[in-house]
């Protein structure tokens, strides 16, 4: 039946229709680094640190009080938001460690992949401040009815400076990029499979100027993240971000060398 009401949804969506044949795609051909959560997750355990020891790591000594406390007014605004939807969504991510990236001199033009809430992309915001642009592209859940509610924590003052784009990584993410040039950080938190993170790091990295920070969430799902920064030679920051009961939830960051 699932299955069924999946297939609807994407019938009376042409404009999905694209990421309806990839997803048959990684589902009846899966590529082999789909199979590598336990060796990601390993990798991920070894290397977490905190939150408050990556931003150390990344921009040196400061300001590492979370969101939620220094910007009280506008979490206590969206967290009433939130408790008013009628839908079930992802969580929230590491907000204070995007929002505190976000912070840093320079940082200005900024692209998210996941929205969900808008949590991410509230901390985003708050982050790059007035003269700072977000583009963020999402495809809805398939199930569950929360079209309506994307970015809905995300307060209509800030959203002149707030691009979203409502369609799947393959479409979106090329849009966003072209519209900004280059990046300064970026946040991956969509296509979960192997695959689809490797086919949109590139893109990004590629996209993001020197010094600027790269996140992505959920890298102990598969390998994907390891063998990126392996790739492009830059140092792997594993931030361990949530618990749930006894799993872990890892987020990672790299950072581009200035030549």
């Given at each position: ?74 979490y206590e605004q969206a967290l009433e938001v939130a408790r008013g939807v ?174």
């Amino acid at each position: 039946m699932g299955r069924i009401r999946t297939l609807g949804w994407f019938l009376v969506r042409p404009r999905f229709y694209q990421q309806f044949f990839r997803v048959l795609r990684y589902r009846f051909f899966p590529h082999p680094g789909e199979d590598t959560r336990l060796q990601a997750t390993e990798w991920c355990r070894e290397r977490a640190i905190s939150t408050e020891e990556a931003l150390v790591a990344l921009t040196g000594p400061g300001e590492s009080r979370p969101m939620s406390e220094l910007e009280s007014t506008r979490y206590e605004q969206a967290l009433e938001v939130a408790r008013g939807v009628p839908v079930v969504m992802g969580g929230p991510g590491n907000l204070d460690l995007l929002y505190h990236l976000a912070l840093q001199d320079g940082v200005k033009k900024v692209v998210e992949t996941g929205v969900a809430f808008g949590w991410s992309s509230l901390a985003l915001l708050l982050g790059v401040g007035s003269e700072g642009r977000l583009f963020s592209t999402d495809m809805p859940y398939v199930r569950g009815g929360s079209e309506d509610y994307v970015g809905c924590v995300v307060p209509e003052d800030l959203r002149g400076r707030w691009t979203l784009i409502r369609l799947a990584d393959h479409q979106a993410l090329p849009r966003a990029l072209d519209a900004l040039g280059t990046i300064d950080l970026c946040h991956y938190d969509s296509d979960k499979t192997y695959v689809g993170r490797m086919w949109a790091y590139d893109l990004l990295w590629e996209a993001l100027e020197q010094g600027g920070f790269f996140v992505s969430d959920d890298i102990g799902d598969n390998d994907a993240f390891r063998v990126f920064a392996k790739s492009v030679a830059a140092e792997p920051i594993v931030v361990e971000s949530e618990r749930y009961d006894a799993n872990v939830k890892y987020v990672g960051v790299l950072r581009k060398k200035i030549d």
